[in-house]
């Protein structure tokens, strides 16, 4: 089992920049495929990237797309998400999460706050 | 892309009642479908994947259906740890959520 911690988020104005990082522990994490999710306050969860086991394949929600980029390193176990060009509407709860061979997403972290406002 | 569609958004419910919740997708999906629970302030928590295979530790009480593009989730003998938010998910794509509420 692999437990997940994120860290990094915080208040930053609109245009800024970010990088959220995802410590794993408890496993081998080169192991996992990985996400970020997010969930904005009160609202349902949205994907928001997906990086492959080695880092080699890479997705993104349209609405990050070309503002957001994820890679990992598995030598420090762990996952990040750089984040410009951030909106007001980019503000939630970003969560790591591991993806299993079925496609669900098994573990989680508890989640970081990113606060995009002037 | 696929889009998953739950319902009701949300339903009020007391202990003891079975609850039924609805995941419908766009397309079929064969049973590539999971099941999270999420209380208020924490992570979402996987309780079923591949439509109907409970995982280890999650309770006996929750189990899943379907295949295709209709799929459920029903809680049996609702608990009060059970009132939360529950959300059906297809590869990238989450449901709208379901809120339990207590009547």
């Known amino acids: 089992e692999v437990q997940l911690v994120e860290s990094g988020g915080g208040l930053v104005q609109p245009g800024g920049s970010l990088r959220l990082s995802c410590a794993a522990s408890g496993s081998t994490f080169s192991d996992y495929e990985v996400n970020w999710v997010r969930q904005a306050p009160g609202k349902g969860l949205e994907w928001v990237s997906y990086?492959?086991?080695?880092?080699?394949?890479?997705y993104y929600a349209d609405s990050v797309k070309g503002r957001f980029t994820i890679s990992r390193d598995n030598a420090k176990n762990s996952l990040y998400l750089q984040m410009n060009s951030l909106r007001a509407e980019d503000s939630a709860v970003y969560y790591c999460?591991?993806?299993?061979?079925?496609?669900?997403?098994?573990?989680w972290g508890q989640g970081t706050l990113v606060t995009v406002s002037s | 892309d696929i889009q998953m569609t739950q319902s009701p958004s949300s339903l009020s419910a007391s202990v003891g009642d079975r609850v039924t919740i609805t995941c419908r997708a766009s397309?079929?999906?064969?049973?590539?479908l999971s099941w999270y629970q999420q209380k208020s302030g924490k992570a979402p928590k996987l309780l079923i994947y591949a439509a109907s295979t409970l995982r280890s530790g999650v309770p006996s009480r929750f189990s899943g259906s379907g295949s295709g593009t209709d799929f459920t989730l029903t809680i049996s003998g609702l608990q009060p740890e059970d009132f939360a938010t529950y959300y059906c998910?297809?590869?990238?794509?989450f449901g709208g959520g379901t809120k339990v509420e207590i009547k």
């Open positions: 999460a591991t993806e299993d061979w079925a496609s669900s997403f098994d573990y």
């Open positions: 397309q079929s999906i064969s049973s590539y």
């Open positions: 990086i492959s086991s080695s880092g080699g394949t890479i």
């Open positions: 998910q297809h590869n990238y794509s």
